[in-house]
Every structure is written in C-alpha cells, then in structure tokens.
C-alpha cells in the first residue's frame, strides 16, 4: 500500500523569521544579501530587520564605482540627460544597472561618499545622505541659517557644489545611532559637524587651514589633514561638543615639498588622509596638467604648434603617488616605499585602505583612483571625471581597471562601500 505523502502548502512567504535568517548569516558576499531582498516583499522585510538588527556586522567588500551607465548604441550627439546610472564591480568586472538614485545623485551634485553613502547638496543648500543600494535617505539640514553663507557661496552652490563643500564623510555606516551620527565636511576653509538628529551646523575648532581631507574611524574619532600637513583628531563619542585628542605639526617630507617647488607648474597635487589598521598615512597624488601625445607633462605654451593659435586638447592626468605614514613619536612624516598587502582607494570618497584578500579583483600595493581635481572636472565639455586608475607602487605606473574611450564622464564617478542599510 502506498503512503501518501502530505503535501506542504506553505510559500516562502509563510516561513518563519529564523530559518530566512539562517540563510542570511550563511550568504557570502553584500551582492547575495541583495540579490536576497530582491525575491519577494516577505524576504525584503526580513532582510531589512536582519541588517537592522544588532546581530549583523557586514564584512569587509571591495568598494564599487558608481559611474555614467553607457549603452553600446549610445552616440556622441545623444542626449546627455538620457544617459542612466550603473555600477562596476571590481572582482567581477560586471556592471550592474539597477542602481536606486535621486535627482542630486544625477545632476553631480555629489559632495562625498562615505561608509556606502552618497552626500548631497542641492541647489538650496539641503544637504542629505543617500543609499544607492538601498533607497534609503536621510534629510541631514540646510547650510544657510547656521553658516557665513555668501551671495558668491549661492553662486558656487549652483554651478560647482564641491568648490563649495570640497569633501563630507558620515561618521558611521548605519542608521542605529542617529543621535551620534551625523556629516563633517570641509566648507571652504572651516571643518564643519551636522548631527542627524539636530540639523544644526557647527563649526569645529580647526587650527590649520585650509583642509584636504578629512576621515572617520569606526570609534568616532574625526581625523583632518591640512594643507601643510598637519594633522588633527577629534572624540566624538561623548555626549556634548566634541573633543580634540591631537593636533600634530609634523614637518612637511621634502621630497614633495621639492617635486612641488620645481614642477610647479607642470603638475598639481592633492592629499588625502587614510588610516589602516596600524598608522595614519598621508598620501600625495601628482597630476599632469598638461600632457602630450607620448602622456607627458609639458608645460601650456608648449602644446601650440606654428599651425593652431589653440593648444590642442590634453587632459589633466595622474601620473605619480608618493605615500607617508605618521610617526607619532618623532612626529614626522615617513616615506613608504611599499603598502605591503594593502590596498588604497582615494578621490572624492572617504579615503580608505583594506587588505587586499578582502578585495577581490585589485592588486595588492596598489592606489585606486577616481577624479577629484574639482577645479578643472568641469571647465571643459570634452573632459573631466576622466582621471581615474590604480597606481602601482612597486611598478610606480597607473594602469586602467575600467575600459572606457571617454573623456566626459558626467556625474562624475566616485567610489561606494557596499552598505545595505
């Protein structure tokens, strides 16, 4: 005699909280976890609880590059405002389009990215941070009411939002601790704090501007990098106004100070704070300002020919890195002729460091860049956002890791944390 089996009814929308989130702690990467909310509403709720809850840690991911998204049949004459959004995986070397954005994310007005969210500006001085993975959105205030906000600041809100605010981090990278959150970023030459839960801009109290980068650590601790080098770190973890635990003046290296005083007016340099696990480094990107057809720097004049009255049409482009760490001690900056299994990426986004067996894809001892040279990115209709690649110390060149024949990249491509809160 057969047994008939009992047949079970039950959808995925009928199980239980826990076996949805056993499978959740089992998924190995952050695209799982998506790929996971996308099945139906009951699996997105659980997620969304699961990601939300105390229990989940994400693990450590290669950031992605959220970029223009180019259609193989789009043409040089099509619309711009047509042209989507998408992003590049590293490890996979896959571009993914379904990517949730906003009208700011679109019209560039992207001030920031930090610990998986974009900060934005709009035109009105709002700023907000936004998740492009998961939508989600927080109104953070409005710069006008508590900041020295000029009729040339509104000027340079509307047509270069990032001459205005040069870089915003957020202090962490989840929506648990709204009343410790917020933005810093650096306004002009001033460092400035939003908390989430206040909307209030206040200012703190920097010693040494103008600023070129600034950082947050997982222990609310804000860290700035000025111009001359100098560093300074700020407590946020206490309950009021926070404190400043450090504030260093170490000599300026001078091999760069020397590569700067000659080549003045061949190269540009930016700085950019990164901490890793054991020491804070200063890194110094030199860009090209004019190339010629072999990619060297000459000089402005140079690229007129007894033909043209117009030089032709070269691009700024990195060309070389040099890396220091902070010895506290001596208080100075140390040349690092090597990361190590390190892996740095740099440009408009929370400078960050990670291992390299935690990025799958990048090369270890090795520099990912985008474009942040903010005061030439859109001064050209034929470039800007191009400047992007990874230099590699030990080989001491820059090689591509997105193949693309484009000059113009609008908005400009910045490097995203996976995040999904």
Not at 148 to 163: H, I, K, N, V, W
Not at 206 to 220: K, L, N, T
Not at 236 to 249: A, L, N, Q, R, V
Request: hydrophobic content about 35%; charged content about 30%.
């Amino acid at each position: 005699m057969a047994i008939k089996r009992k047949r079970d009814d039950a959808s995925s929308s009928e199980l239980g909280i826990d076996p949805l989130e056993c499978i959740l702690k089992k998924l190995p990467s952050f695209l799982d976890v998506l790929r996971f909310k996308r099945v139906c509403r009951s699996w997105y709720s659980v997620a969304e609880n699961y990601v939300s809850g105390p229990c989940f840690s994400p693990s450590s991911q290669t950031p992605w590059l959220l970029l223009p998204s180019y259609e193989e049949d789009w043409k040089e004459d099509d619309d711009k405002e047509e042209r989507g959004l998408c992003f590049f995986n590293l490890e996979e070397k896959k571009e993914y389009r379904d990517v949730s954005v906003c009208r700011e994310v679109y019209e560039g007005r992207c001030v920031g990215s930090s610990h998986g969210w974009l900060i934005l500006l709009d035109k009105k001085a709002n700023l907000s941070v936004f998740n492009p993975f998961s939508g989600a959105r927080i109104q953070v205030g409005s710069l006008i009411p508590d900041l020295e906000f000029t009729c040339f600041d509104a000027y340079t809100l509307g047509e270069q939002p990032r001459m205005l605010v040069s870089k915003a981090v957020v202090m962490s990278d989840s929506k648990k601790n709204k009343h410790k959150d917020g933005v810093v970023m650096i306004y002009g030459r001033k460092l400035v704090f939003c908390p989430y839960n206040d909307g209030r801009f206040i200012e703190l109290d920097g010693a040494h501007p103008p600023y070129q980068d600034i950082i947050c650590s997982s222990a609310h601790m804000v860290s700035a990098l000025s111009e001359a080098g100098s560093v300074e770190v700020w407590d946020f973890s206490g309950e009021y106004f926070p404190t400043k635990i450090m504030d260093m003046t170490p000599s300026f290296p001078l091999k760069t100070a020397e590569l700067v005083k000659s080549f003045r007016d061949l190269y540009s340099s930016h700085f950019y704070l990164v901490e890793t696990c054991r020491e804070l480094l200063f890194i110094v990107r030199f860009i090209g300002e004019f190339l010629d057809g072999d990619g060297k720097p000459v000089r402005e004049e140079d690229l007129l020919s007894d033909e043209d009255t117009q030089p032709k049409i070269c691009p700024y482009k990195t060309l070389l890195f040099h890396v220091y760490r902070l010895d506290p001690h001596e208080e100075k900056w140390v040349e690092m002729e090597s990361l190590g299994d390190q892996v740095v990426f740099v440009g408009g986004n929370h400078s960050i460091s990670l291992r390299v067996e935690d990025c799958p894809g990048c090369m270890k001892d090795s520099i990912y860049f985008t474009d942040s040279y903010w005061e030439r990115v859109d001064e050209d209709y034929s470039y800007g956002g191009h400047d992007m690649g990874y230099y590699s110390l030990r080989d001491q060149i820059v090689k591509p890791f997105y193949d693309t024949q484009l000059w113009k990249m609008k908005p400009i491509p910045f490097w995203v944390m996976p995040n999904p809160w």
